[in-house]
């Protein structure tokens, strides 16, 4: 996974989030959960960290992807 991908997997699903913690719609629905709690940005975390080759990579990407979203 290279670094453009990370970028844009991290404005995507900061733009996700917002939308889903925005919208009243979502308020009482696993949808708002996302902006909540935890487990969603674990998953990506490990999803990039999974698709790096060194510990250094990984770090770097997870912190970076993180920052952003």
């Given at each position: 996974m290279g670094w453009t991908k990370v970028i844009v997997l991290s404005v995507v699903t900061?733009?996700?989030?917002?939308?889903?913690?925005?919208i009243p719609f979502f308020a009482e629905t696993s949808f708002?959960?996302?902006?909540?709690n935890l487990e969603a940005w674990i998953l990506f975390a490990m999803?990039?960290?999974?698709?790096c080759k060194t510990?250094?990579?990984a770090s770097l990407?997870?912190?970076?992807?993180?920052?952003?979203s």
């Amino acid at each position: 996974m290279g670094w453009t991908k990370v970028i844009v997997l991290s404005v995507v699903t900061a733009a996700f989030t917002a939308t889903m913690a925005i919208i009243p719609f979502f308020a009482e629905t696993s949808f708002h959960d996302i902006a909540v709690n935890l487990e969603a940005w674990i998953l990506f975390a490990m999803l990039i960290i999974m698709n790096c080759k060194t510990r250094k990579e990984a770090s770097l990407k997870t912190f970076v992807f993180l920052l952003i979203s």
